[in-house]
């Protein structure tokens, strides 16, 4: 094997074991967040917008607002419309976010995050350590932040985003989702494709010795 083959060949193996990295994970922040920057949101924490509507829009289904949705991680949010700041969001695993809860005030807790969720009632959140009251959007604790609430089977938009309520009708607010992904395992290689790296390079070392001889 001459010298150049020989590092062809070890070029080659270890570009195709080596060669795929890991991708970057999104950061999943924990809890109820307030006052955040979207460009926090997308370029550091790596989330990404799939759909958004102003609270005054109804006749949405759940089914629709998630049809671009499409990741590891969902998250919730609610800013003035034209906003470059959340007035208010919280994320978790995606099943979490959508877990169905029914109509009961019981949450289902994931990521220091008390969500609740129906396709026909209502569909948002609270901290992990509040209680809600669903009629049908959650009406405790009005001058809380950490709240969010839209209607899902009323006819109506959004009512809640933080302390600001009765926004059902109302074109200044928008809601938002938005997704993220995991990091992707890199390859492992299997003992007999290092194998092939290690005759590759020795035939590169026995290729450089006759050349020195």
Known sequence: MTFAKALIAASLVASSLFGASAAQASIVPFGVKNDVAAATVTDTWGF???FSATYGSNGLSTAGMLS??????LMMG???????????????????VIFNTGTSNTTHKANGVGWYFSTNYSWG?????????????DTT?????????????SGS????AGSFTNLNSDNGWEKVLLVGNAAQSSNVPEPASLALVGAALMGLALARKRKAN
Do not use: I, M, P
């Open 68 to 73: 671009n949705c499409k990741g590891d991680y």
């Open 78 to 96: 609610a800013r003035r419309t034209g906003s470059n700041v959340f007035e208010v969001l919280a994320a978790a695993n995606y099943a979490d």
């Open 48 to 50: 990404t917008q799939c």
């Open 125 to 137: 959140f609270a901290s992990a350590t509040d209680t809600v009251s669903r009629n049908s959007c």
């Open 157 to 160: 938009g959004g009512w809640r």
């Open 141 to 153: 604790g009005t001058q809380e932040r950490d709240r969010l609430c839209w209607h899902t089977g």
